[in-house]
Structures are given as structure tokens and as C-alpha cells.
């Protein structure tokens, strides 16, 4: 595998269910972040992850429980969600934060996510 | 606050044609670098091409060059001969320095269809 995976693409789930979603990196780059993309809104960003310490939490609801457990993988971890919080999951990775060319944040395919 | 915008919802071109996407951003700050990223339908968020604001060129990869007006604050996209699967949202997106965060912001997105 090469670039930024994301699993599952497609997830439906009710209110009261548990869910993760799961990102990999095969970059070898060392900040990851988890973007949303509601319909017709820019990009939020949600969480930013440096060398697996938290560096950035953008007022996300505590239904949201990110986890890095090392440079390479990023998990969402989804509880209680409402319907509100449909969205495409984007994955991102950048060799670090700066505004170098080589901190290009590259992303993954995304996860679908249907709240009923 | 930094902030980026794209006027330009939607757009058509002609197959083998050029367009031009529109990108203003706004921003206090010295240094910065700039991003336009392509988003199919599919989702996934795909890089083209990098401005930094110190760097004295225009950027080009390949079809895709960046009009950069440093006073006018503008980051245009230009993509030279159409193809039909350049038919996608396009963003903008201006990465914060490093010691506020790093964020990358984007704007809201022009959608463009290439015509056969």
C-alpha cells in the first residue's frame, strides 16, 4: 500500500453505536490530522497529531475521541454521533507543519459517514 | 484571521481548452505557502500544486500552473487543455506559519466541468 488508507469508505451508523475509523500512512511523515467535509462547507479541520502528541484540538465535540497511536496510524473514534455529524472523514498526512513544499499535507480517500 | 476565497461556485470549459480558477486570500502574516488541491467524486482530496509566498516564480506542475499576484493577494489556478477528468471540485487552501499552528485553510470550493 502506498499513500494515506482509510477504512472503512463507507459507514452507516445509528446514534447509540460505537464506531472507529481507522487511518494509515506509508509516507513516513510525522503529522497526521483528521479533517471533516460536511455538504457545502470548506474543509474543518478537527484534529492535528505531531509525532503522536495531540497539537491541535479545533473545538471538536467530546463525541469525537481521536487516538494516535503512532506515526503512522490515526483513529476517530465515534460515540452517541447525531445526524448533524454525517460528513465525509477526510486523513491527512505532512512530513511536518511548516510551509515548506515538503509539508504538503497529503490525503487520504476518505470515510462516508451516515448518521441515522 | 486567515482566510481564503473562491468567488467561482462552478465553472465550465471547453475539452483542450484553458480555465481559470480564482483565489484570494487574506492574511497578516510574512510567510505562507498555498495550496490547490482536486477532489473528484470519489472524495479523495489529490494535491496539484504549491506557491510559497517567497518564492519569485510562478509554480508549474506539468498542466497545471499557479498565477501568483503577491499585492493582489490572488493564487489562481490554470489548467492548460482540458480533459474530461478534470471535471472535479478544485480548492484552495493557504497553510498557517508554524508557530500558529500550521493550519490549512481552505476555501469554499469551485466546482468545474470540462464540456466534451
Known amino acids: 500500500e502506498t499513500g494515506v488508507t482509510q477504512t472503512p469508505r463507507h459507514l452507516v451508523m445509528g446514534m447509540t453505536n460505537k464506531k472507529s475509523l481507522k487511518c494509515e500512512q506509508h509516507?513516513?511523515?510525522?503529522?497526521m490530522y483528521w479533517y471533516k467535509q460536511s455538504a457545502k462547507k470548506p474543509l474543518e479541520l478537527m484534529f492535528v497529531?505531531?509525532?503522536?502528541?495531540?497539537?491541535e484540538n479545533n473545538s471538536v465535540p467530546s463525541r469525537f475521541s481521536p487516538e494516535c497511536p503512532n506515526s503512522s496510524h490515526l483513529f476517530l473514534h465515534l460515540h452517541t454521533l447525531q445526524p448533524e455529524d454525517s460528513a465525509l472523514y477526510l486523513c491527512?498526512?505532512?512530513?511536518?507543519?511548516?510551509?515548506?513544499?515538503?509539508?504538503?499535507?497529503?490525503f487520504g480517500p476518505g470515510t462516508r459517514l451516515t448518521v441515522l | 484571521a486567515q482566510k481564503i476565497t473562491q468567488t467561482q461556485p462552478g465553472m465550465f470549459v471547453q475539452e483542450k481548452e484553458a480555465v481559470t480558477l480564482d483565489c484570494t486570500y487574506d492574511t497578516s502574516d510574512q510567510s505562507y505557502g498555498l495550496f490547490w488541491y482536486k477532489q473528484p467524486s470519489s472524495g479523495e482530496m489529490i494535491f496539484l500544486i504549491y506557491q510559497g509566498s517567497y518564492d519569485e516564480q510562478n509554480a508549474t506542475e506539468g498542466r497545471y500552473s499557479l498565477n501568483f499576484q503577491k499585492a493582489r493577494k490572488s493564487a489562481n489556478l490554470v489548467i492548460s487543455a482540458s480533459q474530461l477528468g478534470d471535471s472535479a471540485m478544485y480548492f484552495c487552501a493557504m497553510r498557517e506559519p508554524y508557530n500558529q499552528g500550521g493550519k490549512l485553510i481552505f476555501g469554499q470550493g469551485t466546482e468545474l466541468s470540462v464540456k466534451p
Open positions: 497529531y505531531n509525532f503522536k502528541e495531540q497539537t
Open positions: 491527512a498526512s505532512s512530513q511536518d507543519r511548516g510551509l515548506a513544499k515538503t509539508d504538503t499535507q497529503y
Open positions: 509516507l513516513g511523515h510525522n503529522a
